[in-house]
């Protein structure tokens, strides 16, 4: 399984990424250890907001630059419960993507 994911940062920016082990990203993410990402570890990631698990890396690589070319808007759309499906339709197949949180 892999992971597409949409964590909030303290400045209130919106950083996505992916991976194949979800509780371990998250927690390389909000401790800023060596393993985190450049952009969280100077934004301070605070919290997960949202995720969706694919079946390969291909399906999750293609969710996370979809959900990176979206507005700000858009994103706070999706983490308040809107279907990505409203911003993605024609772009990629919803369908093969399940969001778990």
């Not at 390389?28 to 990631?45: F, V």
């Not at 507005?71 to 919803?94: F, M, P, R």
């Given at each position: 399984m892999y992971?597409t994911y949409?964590?909030?940062?303290?400045d209130?920016?919106?950083?996505?990424?992916?991976?194949?082990n979800l509780?371990?990203?998250?927690?390389d993410h909000?401790?800023?250890?060596?393993?985190?990402?450049?952009?969280t570890?100077?934004?301070n990631?605070?919290?997960?907001e949202?995720a969706?698990?694919?079946?390969?890396k291909?399906?999750?690589?293609?969710?996370?630059?979809?959900?990176?070319?979206?507005t700000?808007?858009q994103?706070?759309?999706?983490?308040?419960?809107?279907?990505?499906?409203?911003?993605?339709?024609?772009?990629?197949?919803?369908?093969?993507?399940?969001?778990?949180y």
């Amino acid at each position: 399984m892999y992971y597409t994911y949409m964590l909030r940062c303290s400045d209130n920016s919106i950083y996505t990424g992916m991976t194949n082990n979800l509780e371990k990203r998250i927690a390389d993410h909000l401790s800023k250890n060596k393993n985190g990402a450049k952009y969280t570890k100077s934004h301070n990631a605070v919290k997960l907001e949202a995720a969706w698990k694919s079946k390969d890396k291909s399906l999750a690589c293609k969710l996370e630059y979809q959900i990176k070319n979206l507005t700000k808007a858009q994103k706070e759309d999706i983490i308040k419960g809107q279907k990505i499906v409203n911003y993605l339709k024609g772009k990629i197949d919803c369908r093969r993507y399940k969001r778990i949180y």
